[in-house]
């Protein structure tokens, strides 16, 4: 999905369900993100596993800014929609490291 479609979705959904849904569902899909960069992580073949603490340290640099995204929406500094392209942005960067140098 691109960008454009990402926020139309989330614009949809908002318009649907409400905001508290759509930010339970943001969430439940960030989660999802987590697991499923992790799981990559193991699925590769043996070379890669020597690797293995660079990815690490992504994802918990990764998970780490969601925490704090998450903390400044509950402090209201920042909208549910910002909070969903802050993280969509910190998963691709880590994404495209790992394609360069991972």
Same mark, same amino acid.
């Given at each position: ?53 660079? !990815? ?10 969601? =925490?704090?995204? !998450? !903390? ?19 998963? =691709?960067?880590?994404?495209? =490291?790992?394609?360069? =140098?991972?």
């Amino acid at each position: 999905m691109d960008r454009t479609t990402i926020k139309q979705l989330i614009s949809r959904l908002t318009a649907h369900f409400g905001i508290m849904y759509t930010m339970h569902v943001l969430d439940q899909l960030n989660n999802l993100g987590f697991q499923q960069a992790i799981q990559a992580t193991i699925s590769f073949r043996i070379y890669d596993l020597l690797i293995t603490p660079s !990815k690490s340290w992504l994802i918990q640099d990764a998970r780490q800014q969601g =925490y704090i995204s !998450k !903390k400044h929406h509950c402090y209201g500094n920042v909208h549910a929609i910002e909070k969903l392209h802050q993280l969509i942005e910190t998963w =691709y960067a880590r994404n495209e =490291y790992l394609k360069h =140098y991972g």
